[in-house]
């Protein structure tokens, strides 16, 4: 049920745009207190926080601002999954070199290898500093699932 929650607070954002174009300034990096940077992570925690289920502090006090202390955390914590469910958070490593670049939140299988995110900072022409948040269609490669305690 959180999980579903979190999702369709996710879904209302699609189409949201940073102002100015490639400015990295959005009323979530204000919210964080960390605006004009990449800001990926720093949305999947706004949606966390308006979803009613804060993931606490992760480096920040509202959450997590990069991919790499969130996944090192998320390991240490035990809260990585094989077996995503709606809500979840994704993390996604392009280079295949172990560090991961972008984040989003997990809106369900597609396929056995694909599957659908909500995403902040990306577009087709950029992957992980695109400036807006959209729906994408992402393959199950280079990627680690995080299914958050504050889901349970």
């Given at each position: 049920m959180k999980g579903k929650k979190v999702v369709e607070i996710a879904l209302k954002e699609v189409g949201y745009k940073e102002t100015p174009q490639n400015s990295n300034k959005t009323k979530y990096g204000k919210w964080f207190g960390l605006d004009g940077v990449a800001w990926c992570g720093i949305f999947v925690s706004w949606v966390y926080n308006q979803s009613g289920v804060s993931l606490g502090n992760i480096g920040f006090t509202k959450g997590y601002a990069g991919c790499q202390s969130a996944v090192a955390h998320f390991i240490k914590t035990k809260e990585v999954t094989k077996t995503?469910?709606?809500?979840?958070?994704?993390?996604?490593?392009?280079?295949?070199?172990?560090?991961y670049d972008?984040?989003?939140?997990?809106?369900?299988?597609?396929?056995?290898?694909?599957?659908?995110?909500?995403?902040?900072?990306?577009?087709?022409?950029?992957?992980?500093?695109?400036?807006?948040?959209?729906?994408?269609?992402?393959?199950?490669?280079?990627?680690?699932?995080?299914?958050?305690?504050?889901?349970?």
């Open positions: 995503p469910q709606i809500g979840d958070i994704v993390f996604f490593d392009w280079n295949l070199d172990g560090r972008h984040t989003g939140i997990f809106n369900g299988w597609i396929d056995d290898k694909t599957f659908s995110t909500i995403e902040g900072n990306t577009s087709l022409t950029n992957q992980s500093n695109g400036g807006e948040v959209m729906n994408r269609k992402r393959n199950n490669k280079g990627v680690i699932f995080v299914h958050p305690k504050v889901l349970n």
